[in-house]
C-alpha cells in the first residue's frame, strides 16, 4: 500500500511530506489483457484480486487457474479467437495451463523473449495507472486501494487511443506473421 510520490510541492524552505501507514501484509494482483482486432476499437480487460493475509499461508499471486479463469472471460466477452502473446512469467508456462490452452481450439499463444517489459503492452498500462490514480495517495485501508485501482483501470479502459498507444509503444504491429506458437 505503499503509493508512488510522482509529483510534490511544500512550501520554499520546507521538505514535502507524503503521509503513508505502514506496510501490510496484505497483498493485490491484477491480470490484465490488451485485445486489439483490426476494425473494432481496443479493448483493457482485467481482474483484480486480493489475496488473504500471507501468514495464512495461502498463494499470493494469481494461479493458473485464475488465469484460465481470464482466458474463458475473455473469449466469452469478445466472441471470438484469441491469440495471446505472453511475457515468461512461471505461471504462464504452467504445465496445467499449458494443457488447458493446448486444449482450446480458439486460442494460441506465442511468447515473448525473456527480460523483454518494452514489448508487452500490459506493462504501458502498469506504469499509467501508477503515475495517475496511485500517483501522491496515501490509502486508507485495501478497500481505499482497490476501489482506487478499479477506477484507474476502468478510466483507462474507455480510452481506445492510450490502449493503441500502449500497442505502439512497443514497436509491434498486429500483422506479424514470424511467430512462432509454442
Not at 479463469?69 to 512469467?89: K, M, R, S, Y
Request: charged share 25%; with cysteine; aromatic share 8%.
Amino acid at each position: 500500500m505503499t503509493p508512488p510520490t510522482r509529483r510534490t510541492w511544500s512550501r520554499r524552505g520546507h521538505t514535502p511530506v507524503v503521509t503513508v501507514r505502514g506496510r501490510s501484509q496484505r497483498r493485490f494482483s491484477i491480470a490484465a489483457l490488451t485485445c486489439y482486432r483490426p476494425g473494432h476499437r481496443s479493448r483493457l480487460i482485467y481482474r483484480p484480486k486480493r489475496h488473504p493475509d500471507h501468514r495464512s499461508g495461502q498463494r499470493r499471486s494469481f494461479a493458473w487457474t485464475d488465469y484460465r479463469d481470464l482466458l474463458i472471460a475473455a473469449h466469452h466477452q469478445l466472441g471470438g479467437p484469441l491469440v495471446l502473446i505472453w511475457d515468461n512469467l512461471n505461471v504462464h508456462r504452467d504445465a496445467r495451463l499449458r494443457a488447458f490452452i493446448d486444449a482450446q481450439d480458439w486460442l494460441r499463444v506465442y511468447y515473448l523473449p525473456p527480460y523483454a517489459p518494452d514489448l508487452n503492452p500490459v506493462e504501458s498500462i502498469w506504469s499509467l495507472l501508477r503515475r495517475s490514480s496511485q500517483a501522491n495517495r496515501a490509502f486508507t485501508d485495501p478497500e481505499h486501494l482497490l476501489g482506487t485501482l478499479r477506477r484507474g483501470l476502468r478510466r483507462l479502459q474507455y480510452r481506445r487511443e492510450v490502449i493503441d498507444g500502449c500497442l505502439a509503444a512497443t514497436g509491434l504491429n498486429l500483422t506479424t506473421s514470424r511467430l512462432q506458437a509454442r
